[in-house]
């Protein structure tokens, strides 16, 4: 292993992006964000955040300041991958894993050659199910019943779920500031056929990329990660020889 690696991974969401990060955590003298700073960045036309991201990392490998990095921190798991970050006495591979860099790959490819992109993959109907319970607004009964009155009272919208994938009024699906802007959009005649639609378009793109950058992108069968073999693989690519690799159950991280 290099004392520089920088690894950046993708995935549509609800497909193993959280395993992944857990993964390159877990090595030696590592540290990987899942969703560094969603705050700050949009699908498409921030790329201003994005490279400042990979410029923070470049310098925290040249044993720069470790505080000087933007971090979402009104997210927990954020803040406690940063604290962990300032605590470590080494560093030689730093990356996060977010499906909003997805537009901006060839961006950071041509600015800094040497990142590392791993893509997870999924299934997309397993995906689509995955994403349609991930975003249902959960209650107890007696909230569900309680808010249901409340609605009907103050003539305000019922929300039961949040929806990225299409444009909408507000008035059916509950706005979320943060990730509604980090998921283009598309037609669709349901909230379920907009998800597969985003799934089909990440995969054509992701394939365009992989074939463009061939040493330096590949995909990650989330199928496929609770083999052994198949994680030394992943992580070679990385950057990180086999003597040195530590691996996980990381297919349970998250699920």
């Avoid at 349901?190 to 990329?209: D, F, N, T």
């Amino acid at each position: 292993m290099t004392d520089r690696l920088i690894v950046i991974g993708l995935g549509t969401g609800r497909s193993g992006t959280g395993s992944l990060a857990h993964l390159l955590s877990a090595q030696r003298d590592s540290i990987c964000f899942h969703e560094m700073n969603p705050s700050c960045t949009r699908f498409f036309g921030t790329p201003r955040p994005i490279l400042n991201g990979i410029e923070e990392f470049e310098r925290i490998l040249d044993h720069g300041d470790r505080s000087m990095l933007t971090v979402d921190l009104t997210r927990r798991e954020g803040t406690e991958t940063y604290d962990r970050l300032c605590r470590m006495t080494n560093v030689r591979m730093i990356g996060d894993v977010a499906s909003y860099y997805l537009s901006y790959v060839r961006l950071i490819a041509e600015r800094h050659p040497e990142v590392r992109f791993l893509c997870m993959r999924r299934d997309i109907g397993q995906t689509v199910q995955s994403w349609m319970e991930k975003t249902c607004i959960k209650r107890w009964r007696s909230l569900y019943i309680a808010d249901r009155l409340a609605s009907l009272i103050t003539r305000r919208p019922f929300y039961d779920s949040e929806n990225f994938w299409m444009e909408h009024s507000g008035t059916k699906w509950r706005r979320n500031p943060v990730w509604d802007k980090l998921f283009p959009k598309s037609d669709a005649s349901s909230k379920g056929e907009a998800i597969r639609k985003y799934c089909e378009y990440y995969y054509e793109q992701a394939e365009s990329l992989a074939a463009n950058l061939k040493t330096n992108f590949r995909f990650v069968e989330l199928g496929r990660f609770s083999d052994p073999d198949y994680q030394s693989e992943v992580l070679s690519f990385a950057g990180i020889p086999p003597a040195g690799q530590v691996l996980t159950e990381a297919h349970v991280h998250n699920r």
